[in-house]
DNA sequence: TTAGAAAAGGGGAAAATTCCCCTTTTTTGT
DNA sequence: ACAAAAAAGGGGAATTTTCCCCTTTTCTAA
């Protein structure tokens, strides 16, 4: 019988070798390669010729993100289906997951047979989904999640900017803009997060995932 | 020839899964069992008969972390030697568990031939520290490591009630102290922390571990 | 017990943040 | 081409944060 080739993308190099192991164990399953981040694994897939039929893909990675070699995926290999395996269990970050393509979205600590049903139903449904993503997605639905996504992209780009020693006048200065218009910016944050202080964004922002620590 | 037991702790069940296939594969060690967090392995220590040479700690854990339990078997299984394995690269928590009697401390990126390496090496030596573990006990041996344990109590309090959206005159209220006070120990963090800003005190406050999201 | 250190508190002011209400410029849909 | 909407910018002021230098109270060790 054939095996489905499965490609693991993750920076943490005890984790990707050992759930080499795991996943070379399953019957059905078999390890093609394995990538350190993104770019790696966009790298491997435009010189090997050999494309596998799952990428397990970690999320926070250095260079290049798992959002956005998702993304890449779905534009230039969209018949590799991605399944996210993450420590991070944040609703956004798992909405933007499955928006940008993901067919499931797996935390760290389920357990391994988990993993194998999740990669045989990926394989015959397009798609695993675990109770609490379903929980999210069903929620989100129902607009539920405070989704950044109604936040602007100079709003996006204070919230970061705003986690830092930073006074306004200087992200005005980096952001090429009057300090009147990033006070506007602002204003606009707190209204639509729900906080009174700058602290309070930088919580937000933190919680959220829209800052690296 | 016998080999050496090892016992992993650790929450997250899919590392700690695959973490067991790969200490087997290694000719000395041999997993002896697994536990999903401190409190877990004190159980099972103390009804298993069985003790292992190694203990595989992770640190950020549910109910008991790895520092705790690091401490609980220093006082009463001395005998047994703690490798830390964790995903946080943070100078005041490796020295928090070296202190605490961890042999080492191993990011879990690092090549699974380097496991190997460290866990012979606990076994031979008594320790094994990386170069990135030597550089930071190096410097915290000449005070180059701002340690959180030359923060006073109430500065302490005040750097976590700071992660809010409270005015530091409602702080001061709700620590029975004059504004002024509370002044001054802002002033002190500032240079104890070397930041200017109460974000920059936000910041520190949650890259270490001290506000808890 | 008594001097010195540490903790607590104060005065005053500059800088930064927050707030509200308003104008100009740019973009967008039809 | 034009009206409406969105983005950018402004005036002005209350509040909060930050800073510096100083006094009083409490603890501590010789």
Redesign the interface.
Known sequence: MKKYDVVIVD?????A???K??VD?FEEFNVLFHANNGQELVDKLNTVSNTPHIVLMDVNMPVMNGIEATAWLRKNKPEIKVLALS?EDDENLIIKMIKKGARGYLL?????TE?QTALQEVIDDGFYHTKHVSKILQKSMHGMVKNESQLSDNELRLLEL????KTYAEIANEMYLSPKTIDGYRESLFKKIG??????L??YA??NGLYQ?
């Open positions: 920076d943490h190099l005890l984790f070798q050992s759930l192991g795991l164990s420590m760290k600590d389920i357990h391994p993993l705003v986690c830092s020693e906080v009174k202080s700058r602290v309070g930088v919580l933190i919680k620590l």
